[in-house]
């Protein structure tokens, strides 16, 4: 009964918990809360309203995980005392709130576990190459765990022109664009287009739609709570998009170049983007008049995780199939150190 939702309420919410079982993906079986101990233990999730919340704590039975109450417009809230008692995770009004009823039932479904580590990837300028790391950090993460490359740079090219899965089919963000608790890790991990372990989601081209914050968190949660690695493009741009995804990842990442230019552009983007925060910095050389990768880090005010040098053939690789991270390459080194903080850091 691992997919059964158990329905203890009366015939008024049989239509309405109908949908939503429906729509998180259960079979609705409707039992007797005065003899349901074997169903109780068994069914996934339970949702009972106030008649049967009152029977069941007069059972005795054991408190449970993915237990819900349910009541009518206008209640008063007593039920939901008996819920407490029992343990429930949630008290809905239907058919109002049938929408935060689904999300909290797909949540059941999803597999309890540490969430996975996330990263956030920002450019401190236009060209600093935050895209092309993004897209290195997540191969290299998806060697030893499965990875989503999510790309919320509105600005950019895309990170599935990148790695060479433009032509795939799959999930863009104007295909979930509007959801949010509802949306499964797991589910979101097959409909994405993959390429080498690495789950791209980004825009579809010729959509200018804005990105809704909530849907963003939300598949940034769910991808995190089935077990993904989570890489984030956050592009430049200040908002409460980049602000959600800075306050929820494990480390932030800020790539700039070694140029007097670029450190008073990346002084402008933290000021702008992380004030509060503690991102580290990446120095992308060559530098001209010989800043190292130190002073340009004691100059945009950040600690420094670590300096490379460009790497001949790339930008051909890419327009060729796509990024490549080649062993004991500087990107690849580079990647790799980006990965193992992540690793250290995650919650």
């Known amino acids: 009964m ?28 409707v039992g007797d809360a005065a003899r349901c101990r074997h169903q109780w233990l068994r069914a996934a999730a339970v949702v009972a309203d106030a008649a049967a919340l009152h029977v069941l704590r007069d059972l005795g039975l054991p408190r449970r995980t993915g237990l819900f109450a349910v009541a009518p417009p206008g209640d008063d809230g007593v039920p939901w005392r008996a819920g407490l008692v ?13 929408g935060a009823l689904v999300a909290a039932l797909t949540r059941v479904r999803e597999p309890r576990r540490h969430p996975a580590g996330a990263l956030a990837v920002i450019g401190g300028h236009g ?11 997540a191969l290299v993460a998806a060697r030893s765990s499965p990875t989503l490359l999510m790309d919320v740079d509105q600005a950019g090219a895309g990170a599935d022109l990148l790695l060479g899965v433009e032509a795939e089919s799959g999930l863009r963000w104007p295909d979930v664009n ?17 390429t080498r372990g690495v789950g791209v989601l ?19 949660d769910a991808s995190r709570g089935a077990g993904d690695v989570v890489i984030a493009d956050v592009g430049r741009e200040p908002g409460p998009v980049a602000a959600g995804i800075v306050d929820s990842v494990d480390l932030i990442v800020v790539v700039t170049t070694a140029t007097v230019p670029a450190v008073a552009a990346t002084r402008r983007t933290v000021a702008r983007m992380l004030d509060g925060r503690e991102p580290v910095l990446l120095v992308r050389g060559p530098s001209p008049s010989g800043l190292r990768g130190r002073q340009v880090a004691d100059a945009v005010g950040l ?9 001949g053939g790339l930008a051909a690789r890419c327009e060729s199939g796509g990024l490549t991270v080649r062993r004991f390459s500087p990107l690849t080194r580079i990647a790799e150190t980006v990965c193992a903080r992540v690793g250290s850091g995650a919650r």
Do not use: K, N
């Open 2 to 29: 691992s997919d059964v939702l158990l329905v203890l309420a009366g015939d008024e919410f049989h239509d309405d918990l109908a949908r939503c079982s429906a729509a998180a993906g259960y079979t609705m079986v």
């Open 86 to 98: 029992l343990g429930a995770d949630g008290g809905f009004v239907l058919p109002d709130e049938e």
């Open 127 to 137: 060209g600093a190459g935050a895209s092309t790391l993004a897209a290195a950090v």
């Open 178 to 194: 509007g959801e949010t608790g509802a949306i499964g890790g797991a589910a979101l991990r097959a409909a994405v287009p993959r």
């Open 202 to 220: 980004c825009g579809a081209r010729g959509d200018p739609s804005p990105l809704r914050p909530e849907t963003v968190l939300a598949v940034l």
């Open 303 to 311: 600690p420094l995780l670590g300096q490379y040098r460009p790497e």
